[in-house]
């Protein structure tokens, strides 16, 4: 089992930036494709960035390009997502996920066996 926790969410004014983290216990996951996903109230749960096991390849919704950045620290079983230029729209909670021996990226909620509790982010304009 892999335990998954968030953190670095909060309250930020439109053109802020913040930095997600999300540590992993229980086991490693250096051989894990790892995820972001939030959700906003009444919508569905959608996709924001994936990293392949090594951070070699990176993968970011449309939306978030240019202003989010999805890193991992396998040493210390961590990823981060920096957020840039925040907008309201980017309110949600805000997840992380692991998804067992993928080399890739993983786009798809369907597909990633752990997550995390997830962390409100919060844009006011």
């Known amino acids: 089992q892999v335990q998954l926790v968030e953190s670095g969410g909060g309250l930020v004014q439109a053109g802020g930036s913040l930095r997600l983290s999300c540590a992993a216990s229980?086991?490693?996951?250096?051989?894990?494709?790892m995820g972001w996903f939030r959700q906003a109230p009444g919508k569905e749960r959608e996709f924001v960035a994936s990293?392949?096991?090594?951070?070699?390849?990176?993968y970011y919704e449309d939306s978030v390009k240019g202003r989010f950045f999805i890193s991992r620290d396998n040493a210390k079983s961590t990823v981060y997502l920096q957020m840039n230029s925040l907008k309201p729209e980017d309110t949600a909670v805000y997840y992380c996920?692991?998804?067992?021996?993928?080399?890739?990226?993983?786009?798809?909620?369907?597909?990633?066996?752990?997550w995390g509790q997830g962390t409100q982010v919060t844009v006011s304009s």
């Open positions: 996920a692991a998804k067992a021996k993928v080399m890739g990226v993983v786009t798809t909620t369907y597909e990633y066996d752990y």
């Open positions: 229980g086991r490693t996951v250096s051989n894990y494709s």
């Open positions: 990293i392949s096991w090594s951070g070699g390849t990176k």
